[in-house]
């Protein structure tokens, strides 16, 4: 039997030290100027997409990306057998064995941790209740194009300290960004990811802090980045959550504090007049859809470097 290629998994961002994550931001340039030298990389590979989340942006990137790279993709939703009861580490052998990757959108991170496990192939992580490892790989290559350098860069993430927050903490950590994460009382980012990022950017040259105060934090920043105040799985909590974030609204008085040049990101979807008012996501310092464009480049260089082909 022919050996399989090594391959790595991609689960959280700090699976990743700072070399291998600017090799992924230089390999996602490369891609944007020169599509064209990619488009056979995946030719005779098939991709598996096991959403037991809903998405729009990370499974259209994903399957765009496979089918430019000549490749093809088949999509689990709901409907697999995990929902019957069959277990992670059977459905992660059987997959194996039909696929030469997988792309995993889950709840509990412990699930993609159990999967990546049992499988021969690549995982990555679509997203966890835990972690958003993609998107914030994607937005960091977006902040670089926009500025022409990310080290340095004054960054303030206001609202909830969940998985979207956890995975720019551990991605600014590795890129020395100067990252202020603002949360209401109760909902601060997990204090291990906290003290593991804050440690790591020492190393880098940056900085990775919290505090409760959300226009303290926007103050200076060249970056101001937002998303929902209700995650998948809390829609229960939902008016409870927007009474405590009713301060953390990213809208014309947070950007005044901010810097002349701040750009305004949103992982998405975004709900109008919550954690931002309409008036900024359609302003001209919101670049939230160029932003969601740049997840296509983003995911064809992580999938080729979590191959070896990049």
Known sequence: ???????????????????????????????????????NCFSRKTVGLLFEKSSTRTRLSFEAGVHQMGGDT??????????????????????????DMVIIRTFGHDRIDRFAGHSTVPVINGLTDGHHPCQALSDFSFIGKEFGSI????????????NMAHSLMEAGALLGVDLVVSTPPGYAPDAEILRWSSE???????????????????????VL?????????????ST?????????????????????????L????????KEVTEEVLDGPRSKVFAQAENRLHLQKAL????????
């Open 1 to 39: 039997m022919t050996e399989k290629k090594a391959f790595r998994h991609f689960l959280k961002v700090s699976d990743l030290d700072s070399s291998g994550i600017r090799d992924i931001l230089d390999l996602t340039e490369r891609i944007r100027n020169n599509p064209e030298d990619y488009e």
């Open 74 to 99: 088949v999509f689990l939703g709901g409907d697999s057998q995990l929902a019957r009861g069959e277990t992670i580490e059977d459905t992660a052998r059987v997959m194996s064995g039909y696929l």
């Open 151 to 162: 080290q340095g860069i004054r960054m303030a993430y206001v609202g909830d300290g969940n």
């Open 200 to 222: 790591m950017a020492k190393k880098t040259g940056g900085s990775v802090t919290w505090m409760e105060n959300p226009m303290e934090a926007a103050k200076e920043a060249r």
């Open 225 to 237: 980045y937002t998303d929902v105040w209700t995650s998948m799985g809390q829609e229960a909590e």
């Open 240 to 264: 409870i959550r927007e009474q405590a974030f009713s301060g953390f609204q990213i809208n014309r008085e947070m950007l005044s504090v901010a810097a002349p040049d701040v750009i305004v």
């Open 266 to 273: 949103h992982c998405l979807p975004a709900y109008r007049g």
């Open 303 to 310: 999938m080729l470097f979590c191959t070896g082909k990049g």
